[in-house]
């Protein structure tokens, strides 16, 4: 018997896929990497058990494992490697709310809408919410550290994670941190696992911290002659204020998001700033008022509020949107760039200079607040000449970026589109050392190889 039959008949039917047209469905995250590999199998576990029987016959005859969620990831984190077995979570969907501690214990598989859902009938809230909520697993989100559209003001995954239980590279099941909100025994090895994308361990079950429900929101949305004086304003609204979303689209996405489904933005602003205030009374009045003063000042042409949530999510629909929209001008380098606050101007100039330079198109949309870009560089794939700009633009922004003591990646993760900048960031040393840890908790290198190191 080969080693994959030894595999198919240790799980249950239909869990191990070997059909080709099965197989070839999970090659690719939402990158759409051209190198993805072609596994051996898809392993589409069903409880933590299965995720260990795969994961000690991997470690046994040195197979990769590429573990994958809803496929959604935009670095090519979860891509497919030859020979390997793609491990997917999907099926892994379990949600059970803890009303009394705040807590949900999510599988992987469930999608962050889901879990929103669960806890709303509860009169919780799960934070965290990329801007493809909607399709992202939790197992996903725990991969890359996500954030999304309130992290200004709430953070991203990492502070909503009490526990999680992992499967390591030999098979073994450890269970991290629990339902405490204090907890500092032993080292911090749950946050070691948070962000780092599969290449540590395989995540099978999280704990996650709950809020109560956010309160009322009023939305502004002003518009600027271009991306630098909605920068300044972003600034100047950091330096006083903490507004629940700070979301910036350039004219490019702006257009492209309108061109793709009528949202009724102005399509001649330069940029548009979407900003929302969940403050508590009268503050949250005041908050506004002092979000359009920044706005104003900093040339703003046009401020509008609202609040009416229905009227307000529309226009965060319309940011939601700029990915899929974009996507559909042609193909795409996607970035996830950031600069600490006071230098996204700079960091926005510096794009634009690279689109100039390297003649390609990159529209921006951006977690302005916290200063994360993520320029999307569009290219012609049929046109050699085209991808290679749009390759060395992509280069060129990951440069900017760490020139300005920014980063690589904000929520995204490093994946394999952008592992070739990493050393540029860390250093040699820092590099060493994430190796060292790498090595030491998955010494034959069978966890997500290729991916950040």
Not at 5 to 26: H, I, R
Not at 195 to 218: D, F, K, M, Y
Request: contains cysteine.
């Amino acid at each position: 018997m080969d080693a994959l039959s030894l595999l198919v008949s240790a799980l249950p039917d239909g869990v191990v896929v070997t059909d080709p047209d099965a197989v070839e469905k999970y090659r690719f995250d939402w990158s759409r990497d051209l190198l993805a590999g072609h596994p051996l199998a898809v392993v589409r576990a069903e409880d933590a058990a299965q995720v260990q029987t795969t994961v000690r016959w991997a470690a046994e005859h040195r197979v990769p494992v590429v573990p994958r969620g809803a496929g959604s990831g935009l670095s090519g984190g979860s891509t497919a490697v030859d020979g390997g077995i793609v491990l997917s979570l999907e099926r892994m969907r379990a949600i059970e709310v803890d009303v009394e501690c705040r807590v949900a214990v999510v599988e992987p598989g469930a999608l962050n809408a889901e879990v929103k859902a669960a806890c709303a009938e509860h009169g919780l809230w799960y934070p965290p919410d990329p801007s493809s909520y909607e399709i992202c697993s939790i197992g996903g989100n725990v991969a890359t550290n996500a954030g999304g559209l309130c992290c200004v003001k709430y953070g991203v995954t990492t502070d909503y994670v009490l526990g999680l239980d992992v499967v390591l590279a030999d098979g073994t099941l450890v269970t991290l941190g629990g339902k405490r909100i204090k907890d500092v025994a032993g080292l911090s090895l749950l946050k070691l696992f948070v962000g780092s994308e599969g290449t540590l361990g395989i995540v099978t079950r999280v704990l996650l911290r709950l809020v109560p429900a956010q309160a009322a929101r009023s939305t502004l949305v002003a518009s600027f002659p271009d991306v630098g004086s909605a920068a300044e304003a972003v600034v100047d609204v950091g330096r006083t204020l903490r507004p629940s979303m700070m979301e910036l689209m350039d004219n490019a996405s702006i257009n492209a998001v309108e061109d793709y489904r009528s949202m009724g933005l102005d399509r001649t602003a330069g940029a548009l700033l979407v900003a929302q205030s969940d403050a508590p009374g009268a503050a949250r009045a005041e908050e506004m008022t002092q979000i359009a003063a920044a706005c104003e000042l900093a040339g703003a042409t046009a401020v509008f509020s609202t609040d009416d949530p229905a009227e307000g999510e529309m226009f965060v629909e319309a940011r939601r949107l700029a990915f899929p929209a974009i996507e559909a001008r042609g193909a795409l380098l996607l970035e996830d760039v950031g600069a600490p606050v006071p230098r996204l101007p700079d960091l926005l100039a510096a794009i634009a200079a690279i689109a100039t330079e390297h003649e390609v198109e990159i529209p921006v949309v951006a977690h302005a607040g916290d200063g994360n870009t993520h320029p999307i560089i569009v290219f012609d794939a049929g046109d050699p000449a085209s991808e290679k700009r749009a390759r060395l633009a992509f280069e060129a922004v990951m440069r900017a970026a760490i020139d300005l003591g920014g980063t690589i990646t904000g929520e995204h993760g490093v994946g394999r589109a952008k592992k070739g900048a990493l050393p540029d960031q860390l250093g040699p040393e820092v590099m060493a050392l994430n190796q060292r840890v790498k090595d030491a908790l998955d010494p034959h290198g069978i966890l997500n190889p290729g991916a950040v190191l």
